[in-house]
């Protein structure tokens, strides 16, 4: 398969609709991640936040419209759709560790099943990345045993582990106690500056403003404003996005 040019988005989303029943969570849906770039998608609950993250790996099935990762549209399954996803980082807000598998397993099983790369060269990466996000110290413990923030830093090392083009993070420090909510974002801030493409749901302004290229704010299952964090936060243009900032600004 042809590497896509430079200029292809890394992330395309076309007309994407999808209903749980009869309620509409994703509406005609058109969105352009440009590889490097960091979106951060905010919005009240039930705005279709999640959704639209789980549905770029096809975690979601969708109903109708199209997805690209790096100008290859998503397959429906099946063998190009556990490549696709290989290709595609996920940190999801409960870890989603294998609890019988120390964090070292846990990092190296998916470059070892699915990337084919040998053991030796699979732990010597995870080594590696779990320096980077600071608990290589942890390796041989089991998710039980760190904190929560380790084990978040842990699945973000486990995903990088795969060496993805994209990485998806759906509320990834919500679960966490409020003094280990930094140092998951501080990981999070590194990686954006190193230019990962990243599409980050999460209710951390702060982050928003601090590493993201744009904000997406959704409403009902609508992208409702797509700005620069600063046109953003500074002057919304939407009443729903006032509404949500003053709400959340004066917490």
């Known amino acids: 398969m042809a590497a896509a040019s430079t200029d292809t ?11 749980f029943g009869s309620l509409h969570v994703l509406r005609a849906i058109d969105l352009e991640v440009p590889r490097g770039q960091v979106v951060v998608v905010l919005g009240p609950s039930g705005s279709g936040k999640s959704t639209l993250c789980r549905a770029i790996n096809r975690l979601e099935p969708i109903d109708s419209g199209r997805i690209e990762i790096d100008g290859v549209g998503l397959p429906a399954e099946g063998r190009a759709l556990a490549q696709l996803r290989a290709d595609v980082g996920m940190v999801f807000q409960q870890f989603n560790l294998f609890a019988h598998k120390t964090i070292l397993d846990n990092v190296t099983l998916g470059p070892v099943k699915v990337r084919r790369q040998s053991r030796d060269a699979a732990r010597e990466e995870a080594m590696r990345l779990l320096e980077r996000v600071g608990i290589a110290d942890q390796a041989e413990k089991y998710p039980a045993q760190l904190s929560g923030g380790q084990q978040q830093r842990a699945a973000i090392a486990r995903a990088l582990a795969m060496k993805p083009k994209v990485m998806l993070f759906d509320e990834p420090t919500s679960a966490l106690d409020p003094e280990m909510v930094n140092e998951v974002l501080e990981v999070m801030t590194d990686l954006a500056a190193e230019g990962m493409t990243m599409l980050v749901v999460t209710h951390e302004m702060g982050f928003a403003r601090r590493a993201a290229h744009r904000v997406l704010f959704m409403s009902d ?14 002057a919304p243009k939407s009443e729903r996005a006032k509404d949500f900032l003053g709400k959340i600004l004066t917490q």
């Open 9 to 19: 988005p890394m992330i395309r989303m076309s007309a994407v609709d999808k209903y």
């Open 221 to 234: 299952g609508e992208v409702v404003e797509d700005a620069a964090p600063e046109g953003f936060f500074g």
